[in-house]
Protein backbone atom coordinates (compact mmCIF):
# COMPACT_ATOMS: atom_id res chain seq x y z
CA UNK A 1 0.00 0.00 0.00
CA UNK A 2 1.18 3.16 -1.19
CA UNK A 3 1.12 6.93 1.03
CA UNK A 4 0.35 9.92 -0.72
CA UNK A 5 3.90 10.97 0.38
CA UNK A 6 5.46 8.17 -1.34
CA UNK A 7 3.32 8.60 -4.58
CA UNK A 8 4.73 12.07 -4.62
CA UNK A 9 8.10 10.73 -4.37
CA UNK A 10 7.95 8.47 -7.17
CA UNK A 11 5.93 10.94 -9.39
CA UNK A 12 9.19 13.17 -9.14
CA UNK A 13 11.51 9.92 -9.80
CA UNK A 14 9.37 8.88 -12.55
CA UNK A 15 10.17 12.76 -14.14
CA UNK A 16 13.76 12.23 -14.25
CA UNK A 17 13.23 8.53 -15.29
CA UNK A 18 11.52 9.84 -18.61
CA UNK A 19 12.66 13.60 -19.15
CA UNK A 20 13.44 14.08 -22.58
CA UNK A 21 10.95 11.15 -24.19
CA UNK A 22 9.05 12.28 -26.73
CA UNK A 23 5.06 11.87 -26.67
CA UNK A 24 5.15 12.18 -22.81
CA UNK A 25 2.48 14.64 -22.16
CA UNK A 26 2.17 14.71 -18.54
CA UNK A 27 2.98 13.51 -15.04
CA UNK A 28 0.95 13.01 -12.18
CA UNK A 29 -0.86 11.30 -9.41
CA UNK A 30 -4.02 9.21 -9.73
CA UNK A 31 -5.55 6.09 -7.76
CA UNK A 32 -5.88 2.77 -8.45
CA UNK A 33 -9.23 0.35 -8.30
CA UNK A 34 -9.05 -0.10 -4.33
CA UNK A 35 -8.61 3.86 -3.66
CA UNK A 36 -4.65 3.87 -3.35
CA UNK A 37 -2.28 6.49 -4.68
CA UNK A 38 -0.13 5.99 -7.94
CA UNK A 39 1.82 7.44 -10.09
CA UNK A 40 0.07 8.55 -13.88
CA UNK A 41 1.48 9.12 -17.12
CA UNK A 42 -0.20 10.48 -20.19
CA UNK A 43 1.48 9.19 -23.47
CA UNK A 44 0.79 10.33 -26.62
CA UNK A 45 -1.15 7.87 -28.93
CA UNK A 46 1.50 8.18 -31.11
CA UNK A 47 4.45 7.03 -28.80
CA UNK A 48 4.44 3.82 -29.06
CA UNK A 49 8.45 3.15 -28.02
CA UNK A 50 7.97 6.16 -24.98
CA UNK A 51 5.01 4.34 -24.08
CA UNK A 52 7.57 0.74 -23.33
CA UNK A 53 9.56 2.65 -21.29
CA UNK A 54 7.23 3.58 -18.67
CA UNK A 55 7.85 1.49 -15.52
CA UNK A 56 5.00 -0.46 -13.89
CA UNK A 57 6.57 0.48 -10.53
CA UNK A 58 8.49 3.17 -8.98
CA UNK A 59 10.07 2.77 -5.26
CA UNK A 60 7.36 0.37 -4.90
CA UNK A 61 4.47 2.73 -5.95
CA UNK A 62 2.18 1.58 -9.19
CA UNK A 63 2.28 3.28 -12.01
CA UNK A 64 -0.47 3.49 -14.36
CA UNK A 65 -0.38 4.73 -18.52
CA UNK A 66 -2.56 6.75 -19.87
CA UNK A 67 -2.75 6.70 -23.69
CA UNK A 68 -4.00 10.50 -24.70
CA UNK A 69 -4.20 11.77 -28.28
CA UNK A 70 -2.71 16.00 -27.86
CA UNK A 71 -4.90 18.29 -29.21
CA UNK A 72 -3.61 19.82 -32.54
CA UNK A 73 -4.62 23.44 -33.80
CA UNK A 74 -4.62 23.18 -37.41
Do not use: F, H
Amino acid sequence: MATMKAALRAKEKTKELLKGLPGIDGIGITWDDDGQPCVRVNVDIEAEASRQEVPTCVDGVPVKVEIVRQARLE
